[in-house]
Nanobody
């Protein structure tokens, strides 16, 4: 069974930095796009950043210049480095991976359980 586990969230002051990690485990045959989403209270879940299998990236306008997404394919891990954090970055951050589990012929999206990021002013 495939699982995604996030880590690295926490409480930080405005202007601070955090690095989130997400590792996929289980019987994985192939990994495609990996990404980070966030959901603030009372708001819809939104894309923060995604990284494609070839290494190209896509960022939400609200985080461009402050966030860097990267991946380690050997470890099935995706990272989100965040700097210059703002109170409006406060949310639960979720990892998503599109992957093909062993024995399957199709790709499926998997989600992590989420990690809280709180930025105090």
């Amino acid at each position: 069974q495939v699982r995604l586990v996030e880590s690295g969230g926490g409480l930080v002051q405005a202007g601070g930095s955090l690095r989130l990690s997400c590792t996929a485990s289980g019987s994985i045959a192939s990994m495609d796009t990996m990404g980070w989403y966030r959901q603030a209270p009372g708001k819809q879940r939104e894309l923060v950043a995604q990284i494609f299998s070839g290494g190209s990236t896509n960022y939400a306008d609200s985080v461009k210049g402050r966030v860097t997404i990267s991946r380690d394919n050997a470890k099935n891990t995706v990272y989100l480095q965040m700097i210059s954090l703002k109170p409006e970055d406060t949310a639960v951050y979720y990892c998503k991976a599109r992957l093909r589990a062993s024995g399957n012929f199709y790709y499926t999206d998997y989600w992590g359980q989420g990690t809280q990021v709180t930025v105090s002013s």
